[in-house]
């Protein structure tokens, strides 16, 4: 079992749609979770970054963590064509914030 | 400039070549990062450097790879007897100071390698 899990998609959805994302762990020394955006042929730029378990919300995103089942999503609210982008989730790993472990991203196409 | 810098965009060799990957970071940033992504992959930890040393390469998969950062700015990744395996976006990062708070790397687009 790979430490961290992310369906691929391709997900497609029209304009004002809501969107959810997610993603599964497997080890529980995870404390820091992150969601990463990548758009084509770009490198990927932080979106939200979360502690604990919970919500967190920014504008349109909200990111969700249940540490208890090891699962943590991303909610698009109002999802606009320019939020079509590859979306990864991503967890530091040794207590190192820069050695993360990454999901393998969903892409996401946002319709108009 | 602005952002972090990569050259080349695009590199294709043949395998068993020998290539140099350069990435520029963002000034004063005094931590830089290499990570691999496959295609349709998720990014994977190659090297940190903080300032002019290797804090951590314990993601270099083998010794073709090796990394340098001489003035603490500018770094190369080095890939000697480029193999087919090795084709994929090595991505550049870098941060205000190693292990950030924020878990925040600023990412560069990246240098695309083909090895035919």
């Known amino acids: 079992q790979k430490e961290v899990e992310q369906d691929p998609g391709p997900l497609s959805v029209p304009e004002g749609a809501i969107v959810s994302l997610n993603c599964t762990y497997s080890n529980s020394a995870f404390q820091y979770f992150m969601w990463y955006r990548q758009y084509s042929r770009k490198g990927p730029e932080l979106l939200m970054y979360?502690?604990?378990?919970g919500n967190k919300e920014d504008g349109r995103f909200t990111a969700q963590v249940d540490k208890s089942s090891k699962y943590i999503s991303l909610f698009i609210r109002d999802s606009q064509p320019s939020d079509s982008a590859t979306y990864l989730c991503a967890m530091p790993r040794g207590g190192s914030n820069y050695k993360l472990t990454f999901g393998k991203g969903t892409l996401l196409t946002v319709n108009p | 400039g602005a952002g972090v810098s990569q050259t080349p965009s695009n590199k294709v060799t043949e395998k068993g070549k020998y290539v140099e990957l350069r990435c520029d970071p963002i000034s004063g940033h005094t931590a830089l990062y290499w990570y691999r992504q496959s295609l349709g992959q998720g990014p994977e930890f190659l090297i940190y450097?903080?300032?002019?040393?290797?804090?951590?390469d314990s993601g270099l998969p083998n010794d073709r790879f090796f990394a340098v950062r001489p003035e603490g700015s500018v770094s190369t990744l080095k890939i000697q007897r480029t193999e087919r395996g090795d084709s994929a976006v090595y991505l550049c990062?870098?941060?205000?100071?190693?292990?950030?708070?924020?878990?925040?790397?600023?990412f560069g687009e990246g240098s695309r390698l083909t090895v035919l």
């Open positions: 990062a870098s941060s205000p100071r190693g292990s950030p708070a924020s878990g925040e790397l600023f």
């Open positions: 979360t502690y604990s378990s």
């Open positions: 450097f903080q300032g002019t040393g290797a804090a951590d």
